[in-house]
């Protein structure tokens, strides 16, 4: 069983920056690609960046593009999302979600394992 626990986020004003960090625990021996989702109330559920297992390859939402970056420390399990430039459109409660698998995925039903999420709120 994967385990993922997201850590950093919360309150910050349009212009801002988070960095957000998620740790996986509970794996061995496979390759996973990973990927930050997010969704905020009323609205579906969306990738914001994936990214292979080697972190060769990455996706972006067109949303962000420019704005966030995704990375990856195989050595210490863990995906990080980078956020400049935040907007207030950017609240919502921000996912990590892993898959056996190693090329870029955006679309949510193909991740096998998911955080609890992490609150991201951006003051105008």
């Known amino acids: 069983q994967v385990q993922l626990v997201e850590s950093g986020g919360g309150l910050v004003q349009a212009g801002g920056s988070l960095k957000l960090s998620c740790a996986a625990s509970g794996r061995a021996g496979s390759m996973y690609a990973m990927g930050w989702f997010r969704q905020a109330p009323g609205k579906e559920r969306e990738c914001v960046a994936a990214i292979s297992w080697t972190g060769g390859s990455t996706y972006y939402g067109d949303s962000v593009k420019g704005r966030f970056t995704i990375s990856r420390d195989n050595a210490k399990n863990t995906v990080y999302l980078q956020m400049n430039n935040l907007k207030p459109e950017d609240t919502a409660v921000y996912y990590c979600?892993?898959?056996?698998?190693?090329?870029?995925?955006?679309?949510?039903?193909?991740?096998?394992?998911w955080g609890q999420g992490t609150q991201v709120t951006v003051s105008s």
């Open positions: 979600a892993t898959r056996v698998g190693v090329g870029v995925v955006a679309t949510p039903s193909r991740y096998d394992y």
